[in-house]
């Protein structure tokens, strides 16, 4: 069987970005690849966390994982920290990893600029634990937004610079990116991606917003000053409604233009708010029970930790033997 890998931080509640772009794309994968789904809350203390939250928001994160459609049963869901071969497979890798390849990673120096008092070594290794998380599981795809294309290609090149040296240890991923929803812009700055963290709370559609604050966000959106509901390069604010729109109603771009061919931005964006609001609104009604029960939750996180470890030790014992770590006795 083939094998995947994704991840999310667990740096807030998600927002529909994750979830167009990644979470909701996962849920295909479970009868044909052997899945692994993390909640990277390792990444996540590159940026200064509070533990209390942190805590919160990462079982919040892996309870919508199952949430949004994922089988526990299918899919192996789990706590990157609960499975120490990440840091250490992250270490050997980051002796294959040149300062000059992390230093032309763009989220590195876009985190960088914004939390400028805590540069610290670990947001500038960041993609090194990702290529670790990647390459433990062998995985074949990693399904992902376009954001983390190049932490893909970066992943690639240690794999391939590690099996030029050692022979085949590593399967070279392929980064798994679908056409519509890999790029969910920000409300209020449409030229920029939406995001967990963004300080604007309007900026961004949390996956937990109730109909009422997903309808005020999307009618206070950012848009231009012509009155036309037209996907194109010079409107990325409606373009972005509209393939929203397109994604939570199942219609075509084409479709979706002559729908509201005349119509106002005002009747347009209730429209792109009611729509949002149905498509998660089962999942938020799933995840209100999943979370009150606390030993399902509480066995999932076990039972999964321990398979993901078995395979994870499997790839890291390889690489130990490899670059000539002494045998364990
Ligand atoms: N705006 C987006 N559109 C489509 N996909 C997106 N992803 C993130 N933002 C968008 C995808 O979501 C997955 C999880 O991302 P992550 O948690 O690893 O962190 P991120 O990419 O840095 O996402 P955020 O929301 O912007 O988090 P913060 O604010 O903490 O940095 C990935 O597959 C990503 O591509």
Redesign the pocket.
Known sequence: KKSLF????A??TL?L??Y???LRNWVEFEDEYECFYCV?DM?SIT?RQNPAELRKKARALLTLYIAAGLDPEKNCIYYQSHVPAHAELSWILNCFTYMGELSRMT?YKD?AAKHAENINAGLFTYPVLMAADILLFQSDIVP?????KQHIELTRDIAQRFNNLYGEVFTIPEPYIKKT?????SLQEPTK??????ENPNASIFLLDDTDTIIRKFKKAVTDSDNEIRHSKDKPGISNLIEIYTIASGKTIAETEKEFEGKGYGEFKMAVGEAVAAMLKPIQDRFEELSKDKAYIDQIIKNNGEKAQYFANKTLRKVQKKVGFPERI
């Open positions: 994704s991840g999310m931080q740096t807030g927002q970005g994750n167009l772009g990644a990277v990444h940026v989220q985190k992902v937004g376009d954001d983390q929803g890999a790029r969910i812009m991606k939406m995001s967990k963290s963004d």
